[in-house]
């Protein structure tokens, strides 16, 4: 509950003021079809925006067009001049004008994106992609608005760091190569069983001994099964590459991991694969898409990944692109340059 919120704050990292979205509600859509109407009415309840009036913050962030419906809830609640000395920064993650794929998407973000650029005293993007982009949204407000072309012109891009526990993960992997000589960056301890028995069943259709005889073997797509992420382009390229021959001649598994955002796309690039190895059942495979994986069975995974495949043909910047790398392994992208990393 909330007072549970309330009561793990240490008083060292700020305060925390939850917005409770009902249970119905889930926050692994964030588009349209996600809570965002809710989010954002809440947001406005007399509760919070009194917090927020008490604690007279100078800047507010507001991560994408969503978060800056809800701060403007805020503001507006709060009444006239109350809090009209807090600048506005607009964090914009994902451009979702420029990667709609639905009918009337488009359209539906770029008045939602325009507004919040609008609003904002300042504008933050992962990419120079999506500055390029916030600017040309932009541009119907900066004909004759000198204010409006400035704020377009400063669009600041801040490409997102290596998290901390990754970036330590893999330290300590370079660490233990320097020690044992082994080339293993991250002990296999951490992989998930599906994929630690996917290792063993290749290791015996093989003839090899054992996991560690293996090596490099997973070609990994590490990313959120949904639309906008277009998982099913990894069992695609995998298809043109040769499909389960490819594999087999290889000695590569398939590795399809990330948390099931939209079931119909989860459900649809499953059974892409299953058709894929329709042919050769009994070779191995690695589905886990029943949640996200953490920290260090990421490490473990890209450790043993040959190749990281991003999908999708936009994304803001794609940090498995740069996960991936931190463990010897490279990234495949869409040819397109829409990928912002």
Known sequence: GEEEAQDDQ??????????????????????????????????SSPRLVGDVVRYRPTHAVAVDWHGMLAWRAIVEGAGPGRLGGCRAVYYNFRVYSASAFGDGDGDFYAVK???????????????????????GLMGKDCGHDPEAREKSAAICVLHPPLR???????????RSDAETGDGGSVSDCHLPEAARLAIERLANVTGRNGGDDVGRCFVTCAVR????????????????????DFLRRNGLIPVLCGARSVEDCAGGVV????????????????????????????AAVFSRSVLNVHPCPY??????????AAFGCPTVVDGGRGVGA
Not at 117 to 132: G, T, Y
Not at 315 to 324: K, P, Q
Request: proline content about 6%.
């Open 225 to 244: 099964m949904s639309p906008e992420k277009a998982p099913h382009n990894f069992v695609r390229l995998l298809r043109s590459l040769g499909g389960a």
């Open 271 to 298: 059974r892409e694969l299953e058709s894929l190895l329709a042919g050769d059942p009994d070779w191995p495979r690695v589905v886990m898409t029943d949640r996200r994986l953490g920290p260090a069975e990421l």
């Open 164 to 174: 901390g526990d990754i970036c330590e993960l893999a330290r300590q992997g370079v």
């Open 113 to 135: 994106e325009r507004l919040a650029c609008r609003h904002a005293d300042q504008i933050v993007c992962l990419s120079e992609k999506d500055r390029d982009s916030l600017a």
């Open 10 to 43: 240490d008083g060292k990292d700020g305060d925390v003021w939850p917005v409770r979205l009902p249970g119905r509600c889930r926050w692994k859509r964030l588009d349209r079809e996600g809570p965002w109407e809710e989010f954002r009415d809440l947001a």
């Open 315 to 324: 994304d803001a910047y794609g940090m498995t692109a740069v996960e991936s």
